[in-house]
């Protein structure tokens, strides 16, 4: 499918959200581990050794984690397509801080940490390798714009004394 100037059907509604992905990974346990433990997701379904879902809140599930094709696998080589990153929303910057203390206290490296304008960002892999971003936005009325009124995002380097102040 070739790229167009123009729609071909109306609009998505504007409250259609992405609902959950669903990862391949190497190990289970592991990555149950990564995603329960230290991110705090609660498992609320497990297949065996195959399968689990975990979620934020009581929701079915936000993250799917299965090894039906990847047991044991090892992460995609740089330079291929697959899953740059998921990205999971923090409701307040509060509990973005809360996530960084955390991955803090258990020696997890972070990729790189941004603050974009319209949020702030923590990147970091998953034990799979598979990119994470942990974020909050900023309140749209506080989203820079340009002068036409569009948003007008950036990169700068976050403050992350600043952020774990208000953990």
Same mark, same amino acid.
């Given at each position: 499918?070739?790229?167009? +100037?123009e729609?071909?059907? =109306?609009p998505?509604?504007?409250?259609?959200?992405? $609902?959950?992905?669903?990862?391949?990974?190497?190990?289970?346990?592991? #990555?149950?581990?990564?995603? !329960?433990?230290?991110?705090?997701? @609660?498992?609320? @379904?497990?297949? *065996? !050794?195959? #399968?689990?879902?975990?979620?934020? $809140?009581? &929701?079915?599930?936000?993250i799917?984690?299965?090894?039906?094709?990847?047991?044991g696998?090892?992460?995609? #080589?740089? *330079?291929?397509? *697959?899953? &740059?990153? /998921?990205?999971?929303?923090?409701?307040?910057?509060?509990?973005l801080? +809360?996530?960084?203390?955390? /991955?803090? =206290?258990? $020696?997890?490296?972070?990729?790189? %940490?941004?603050?974009? $304008?319209?949020?702030? #960002?923590?990147? /970091?892999?998953?034990?799979?390798?598979? *990119?994470v971003?942990? &974020?909050? +936005?900023?309140? =749209?009325?506080?989203?820079?714009?340009? %002068?036409?009124?569009?948003?007008d995002?950036?990169?700068?380097?976050?403050? /992350?004394?600043?952020?774990? =102040?208000?953990?």
């Amino acid at each position: 499918m070739e790229p167009s +100037d123009e729609q071909s059907s =109306k609009p998505i509604h504007p409250e259609v959200r992405i $609902g959950h992905v669903h990862l391949k990974v190497a190990d289970l346990d592991r #990555a149950i581990a990564f995603y !329960r433990d230290l991110l705090g997701f @609660q498992l609320t @379904q497990r297949y *065996g !050794r195959q #399968a689990a879902f975990l979620s934020a $809140g009581g &929701y079915h599930h936000h993250i799917g984690l299965n090894t039906w094709e990847s047991d044991g696998g090892s992460p995609p #080589a740089p *330079g291929h397509t *697959g899953l &740059y990153h /998921l990205a999971i929303l923090y409701p307040n910057r509060a509990e973005l801080a +809360d996530a960084l203390r955390r /991955l803090i =206290k258990r $020696g997890v490296q972070l990729e790189g %940490a941004s603050d974009h $304008g319209v949020s702030e #960002a923590l990147y /970091l892999r998953d034990p799979d390798g598979n *990119g994470v971003e942990l &974020y909050w +936005d900023r309140p =749209k009325a506080q989203w820079p714009r340009t %002068a036409e009124g569009g948003i007008d995002m950036f990169t700068h380097p976050l403050d /992350l004394e600043a952020l774990l =102040k208000q953990a």
